[in-house]
């Protein structure tokens, strides 16, 4: 993001700001928000919860997004410092005052998109926020992570944690992850591979990871594009040692995840609730829908 771009953003006024933007909306974008609005204006507004009328009425004046909700407007104009290290030409941020690292790929511009997403997704306002006050990791609890990414989650707990396992599939972010993680690398275990309900030459299982001892204290968070169905399926030895155990579990990776998700941590056994608001999510060979986006469970 070059000194022009950064300067624009710091002194433009911000209702300017939204209205170039919504202008200047790029037209895949500008078509999925049209698509968007023309589904809602069809159906029954009387029946649509209040966040998704705020949703549809944000998209009349915003540009397509899919947390379409005034709360992410912090995060629009936030600039944060992005560092690059001399040491592996990575670019990197400090978060929670620890550095977190981007693949080689990525440059200036991408590093702070990407960073404002992770916060936007956070946010104490978001659906998608993974802990709070009520519901957070333990001291000296067995962490596992699959769906890592840029490793927000697990860099956020990763000093209460006994032990952490990465599992994350994609080699570019397992390059990243190992230097952001390799302060407390005696700790952490990296899994280049798919989570699943099975163990197999490119997948792995949370039974497969782990052989839980009595008393220990375990944390699963999961956000894996869809499989996470499976990844819960693949924890039955776990759920059986009658050790405590924590879920994240994301819900809108498709039509039926959120029925089927609470379904299995029920039938598993947890106490669950899911976390107040929706995601937009659009495909363009699904209908439009505001999904549930998170279970939080324990037992």
């Known amino acids: 993001m070059n000194i022009v771009h950064r300067t624009w953003q710091k002194i433009v006024p911000y209702p300017l700001l939204v209205w170039v933007r919504f202008i200047l909306e790029p037209k895949n974008l500008k078509e999925r928000r049209l698509k968007v ?5 069809q159906q029954d507004q009387k029946s649509l919860a209040p966040e998704i009328l705020e949703g549809i ?3 009349r004046s915003h540009k397509f997004a899919s947390f379409p909700f005034r709360w992410t407007q912090k995060y629009d104009t936030f600039m944060p410092e992005v560092h690059k290290d001399p040491l592996n030409s990575h670019y990197y ?3 929670e005052n620890k550095r977190m690292y981007f693949p080689k790929g990525y440059n200036e511009t991408k590093a702070i998109w990407s960073y404002r997403s992770i916060l936007k997704e956070q946010d104490a306002e978001s659906p998608h926020l993974y802990l709070n006050k009520e519901f957070d990791v333990e001291q000296d ?5 699959a769906g890592v990414a840029e490793g927000n989650f697990a860099l956020s707990v990763v000093e209460r944690a006994k032990k952490l396992f990465l599992i994350e599939c994609e080699s570019e972010w397992i390059e990243a992850l190992r230097l952001t993680f390799e302060p407390w690398k005696e700790k952490v275990v990296f899994v280049q591979k798919f989570m699943s309900d099975t163990e197999g030459d490119d997948t792995v299982s949370i039974d497969s990871l782990v052989s839980p001892l009595k008393g220990e204290k375990y944390f699963v968070k999961l956000d894996i594009e869809g499989f996470e169905q499976k990844a819960l399926a693949g924890m039955k030895n776990l759920v059986a040692s009658g050790n405590p155990i924590k879920l994240d579990v994301c819900t809108y990776h498709q039509p039926e995840a959120f029925d089927e998700i609470s379904a299995l941590v029920e039938k598993y056994g947890f106490r669950w609730n899911v976390t107040k608001g929706f995601v937009l999510f659009f495909q363009p060979a699904e209908v439009p829908s505001f999904r549930k986006v998170l279970i939080r469970a324990e037992k």
Do not use: R
């Open 141 to 145: 609890s067995i962490v596992i992570d």
């Open 37 to 41: 609005l023309a589904h809602f204006d």
């Open 93 to 95: 941020v400090v978060f």
């Open 57 to 59: 009425k944000y998209l």
